[in-house]
């Protein structure tokens, strides 16, 4: 099973699309997370960079500018989905990936707090 660290660039973004209201707060995520192409059109449009910090996981000894390198996707490219963020700490939970699954859950918690009208 692959190993992960917490990508702190991921979180700070996070945050602050959060603090900008760029969310949204019911959608199904197993409909509207970025597939294949919607990853390669950022991707041809953006830097590695940028797309890093989509992705609250970084998979361990994975070669920086690869799709396997990221993980954990909490968004759309546009605006934070509160299913992502779920969705996150569901599958961090289920791997046992403590330490991205606590980063996921205290972003989901900063998003209630931000709009209650999630709750």
């Given at each position: 099973?692959?190993?992960?660290?917490?990508?702190?660039?991921?979180?700070k973004?996070?945050?602050?699309?959060?603090?900008a209201?760029?969310?949204?707060?019911?959608s199904?995520?197993?409909?509207?997370?970025?597939?294949?192409?919607?990853?390669?059109?950022?991707?041809q449009?953006h830097?590695?960079?940028?797309?890093?910090?989509?992705?609250?996981?970084?998979?361990?000894?994975?070669?920086?500018?690869?799709?396997?390198?990221h993980?954990f996707?909490y968004?759309d490219f546009?605006?934070v989905?509160?299913?992502?963020?779920?969705?996150?700490v569901?599958?961090?939970?289920?791997?046992?990936?403590?330490?991205?699954?606590?980063?996921?859950?205290?972003?989901?918690?900063?998003?209630?707090?931000?709009?209650?009208?999630?709750q």
């Open positions: 099973m692959a190993s992960y660290s917490v990508n702190k660039a991921a979180v973004h996070c945050r602050e699309l959060i603090e209201g760029k969310v949204v707060l019911d199904d995520w197993g409909d509207v997370q970025p597939d294949a192409d919607a990853q390669n059109a950022f991707l449009e830097e590695w960079d940028d797309y890093a910090v989509w992705h609250l996981g970084l998979t361990k000894d994975a070669n920086d500018e690869t799709k396997a390198r993980a996707v968004g546009t605006k989905h509160r299913s992502a963020l779920i969705a996150c569901y599958r961090a939970s289920e791997w046992r990936h403590k330490k991205v699954e606590l980063a996921a859950h205290r972003l989901l918690q900063e998003l209630d707090k931000a709009h209650p009208g999630s």
